[in-house]
């Protein structure tokens, strides 16, 4: 192994591969701080010289692994192991770790059940929950405590919403509170309140920054065939009109679009509330339109009047209709009645949800609807992977849909 130490970089060469190191992001990776990742530092680059150099370089050879001794221009020394610079060689070029590869899902899909007794928190099974939904978007939980009025029994005792809820992170607090109890009411003021159909859909379109990581918990179904869950992958809607239409997937992948919830009375369950975010219905990775779909924002009941260049507002409305049927599709929906005691955990930036309409007649519908942030699960997922798997090839998690 050789060195080239001169100007604003440092090469590691060996045989035929070499790595070049910039001076600063050195220099910030020294050994002798604190870690990045420590939240305990002190140090920083505004302390450094503009003219910051290598004055000397050379490999010391010593068990267990060569190190990197540079002499800094301005006094200080480091010493970097060699292996552990190696394995940085891809970021330091700027190749940034690749996100998950997702599993589309469609009418057919055979989701992934778990049993709610054996998520135990900080299992391994605690752990396949969440790196399902961060797959597939979405999960089954049996299982559960439900109400048993529609069994004839009595209420069974079993993981509750908070349960299922604190395996995800901190339950976020929305306009509807904590946990929204969804009950079939006499005089509905919420569509989901009501025993109609509902169009598949994303919540809080209107939020800067929508809900995260939902759970959907049954406590009652509804009796007869009504009152089903419907579930789409809208990342699977967005590649096949990244595919059919790709002018019209551009716009929805560009142009934001404003939403709206505005009630100036409070109900029994939400305060009186002024909600406005603007969003493109598709959220993409970084780059240009080629990039992988890391996020849907897609309410039609939530929209707000469009206010979009009247030179594109045709064509964005044909692009919108386009999506909006197809979210429609049962190609693309994945359809299933919620017993009592099972629960959907689905990621609500990518997975729509909606219902078949029901008779009210014929008994109570009850279900629970909770939500913690995308960024708690994600962090839960990385330090369970860290518990259980700290082999594992390092992978990007999505943001999912864009912030206002």
Known sequence: MSIEAGGRTI????????????RFWLRDLCPSLPTKQSGLRTFSVASLPDDLAARAAEIDHVDPGDILVLEWSDGHVSRYPVNHLLSLAERAAGRRTPLLEVELFGADTEPRRFDGSELTPGSLTHL??????ARRGFALVGGLAHDGADRGTDAPAGPTTEDIARLLGRVRETDFGRIFDIVTEPEAWTLSQSDKGQDPHT??????????ISILHCCQAAAGDGGASLLV?????AEHLRRDDPGGFRLLATVAVPYVRHRTRSVEQGEDVHMVAYGPVITLGEGETDAPVVGIRFHERSTDVFDLDPAIVDDYYLAFRSFARWVRSPRFQYVRKLNSGEAIVFDNQRVLHGRTGFSSGGGRRHLRLCTVDRDQVHSRLRRLIEVHDPGHERVRLCGGAAPA
């Open 11 to 22: 090469a590691l060469k060996a045989e035929d591969d070499q790595h070049r190191f910039n």
């Open 128 to 133: 396949e929950l969440l790196m399902t939904v």
């Open 233 to 237: 992958d809208g990342f699977a809607v």
């Open 203 to 212: 919540d809080d379109p209107y939020r800067y920054r929508p809900s995260g």
